[in-house]
């Protein structure tokens, strides 16, 4: 089974921008999960999405959002860029919720 | 709320020599763990998980970790480190309830030749 791919795997922007990173879990997985990873906050989840639905979100402003396809495919969305906003961010995929998680390279976005 | 605490940002080991990264959750109800690592500029790799049943759990590449509910503890150990084990592990407790994973800070572990 081809594992969890992200796309892009590195992103450039500058402050004010809005990004879109997509996500395609393993085939048959129903949930996504969404993380951002930064030297100093470590690891903190964004938002899960099951069924096209979005059903646990984390600590970020509104500026974070996301959504799933049918084929159960995610995005997020990160709308007028901050500084801050530098970070890996994670997408993992279950084929429920409460299961394992497996995990994608990681998208690489740097905001200038 | 549930919070994970994995003491020591960094350990340095030998080659050959017994790998032990600790972590301790708060809760008083047991919840699932897990323990993840990632390589640079990798996403993370499921290392091993307890969710019920037997309290020493194995996992790949020769780690195990055990739950000690009495500790509320699940340190990771690995009897001899290989050069390929350096790498960024983390721990991660879920919830039993809404399956949120709570994420520790990160253990980097550095093997000396």
């Known amino acids: 089974k081809a594992g969890v791919t992200q796309t892009p795997r590195y992103l450039i922007k500058t402050r004010g921008q809005q990004v879109t990173l997509s996500c395609s879990p393993i085939s048959g997985h129903r949930s996504v999960s969404w993380y951002q990873q930064t030297p100093g906050q470590g690891l903190q989840f964004l938002f899960e999405?099951?069924?096209?639905?979005?059903?646990n979100k984390g600590n970020f402003p509104g500026r974070f959002s996301g959504r799933q396809f049918s084929n159960s495919r995610s995005e997020m969305n990160v709308s007028t860029l901050e500084l801050g906003d530098s970070a890996l961010y994670l997408c993992?995929?279950?084929?429920?919720?409460?299961?394992?998680?497996?995990f994608g390279p990681g998208t690489r976005l740097t905001v200038l | 709320a549930q919070s994970v605490t994995q003491l020591g940002s960094h350990v340095s080991v030998s080659e050959g020599a017994l790998v032990l990264l600790r972590c301790n959750y708060s809760?008083?109800?047991?919840?699932?763990l897990f323990w993840y690592v990632q390589y640079p500029n990798q996403g993370l790799q499921l290392l091993l998980k307890y969710t019920t049943g037997a309290t020493l759990v194995k996992g790949i590449n020769g780690f195990e970790a055990e739950f000690k509910k009495s500790e509320t503890s699940f340190h990771l150990t690995k009897p001899s480190a290989h050069m390929s084990d350096a790498a960024e592990y983390f721990c991660a407790v879920s919830d039993r309830s809404n399956y949120q994973l709570i994420w520790g800070a990160g253990t980097k572990l550095i093997i000396k030749p």
């Open positions: 993992a995929s279950s084929s429920k919720s409460g299961d394992t998680q497996y």
């Open positions: 999405y099951f069924s096209e639905t979005q059903r």
């Open positions: 809760s008083s109800v047991p919840p699932y």
